[in-house]
Nanobody
Framework: QVQLVESGGGLVQAGDSLRLSCAAS????????MGWFRQAPGKEREFVAA????????YYTDSVKGRFTISRDNVKYTVYLQMNSLKPEDTAVYYC?????????????????WGQGTQVTVSS
């Protein structure tokens, strides 16, 4: 059982930056890839970014490439999402998740454990 708690969301203006954090429980944190997803009102949950177990390989959806950076600290059991040059289109609830199942990093069903989400709102 893995527990995840996101934090760092808020209301910002377009062009601003935020850093989201996801604190994880469990001694097997480093055994799993981690991902960030987001869901805007009226839209399906969307893959944002993922990072492998060792924090070496990262993956991003096209719309955030060059603006967002995912990282992890396996000592602190924490995953981060640095969000720069935010756009109104980034407005959503952001969730971190633990990838315990096989499948592509963008495949939602590959992630078994999810946090409660943190709201990011970007005004124009």
């Amino acid at each position: 059982q893995v527990q995840l708690v996101e934090s760092g969301g808020g209301l910002v203006q377009a062009g601003d930056s935020l850093r989201l954090s996801c604190a994880a429980s469990g001694r097997t944190f480093s055994s799993y890839a981690m991902g960030w997803f987001r869901q805007a009102p009226g839209k399906e949950r969307e893959f944002v970014a993922a990072i492998d177990r060792g924090g070496i390989s990262t993956y991003y959806t096209d719309s955030v490439k060059g603006r967002f950076t995912i990282s992890r600290d396996n000592v602190k059991y924490t995953v981060y999402l640095q969000m720069n040059s935010l756009k109104p289109e980034d407005t959503a609830v952001y969730y971190c998740a633990t990838k315990t199942r096989s499948g592509s990093h963008w495949y939602t069903e590959a992630y078994q454990y999810w946090g409660q989400g943190t709201q990011v709102t970007v005004s124009s």
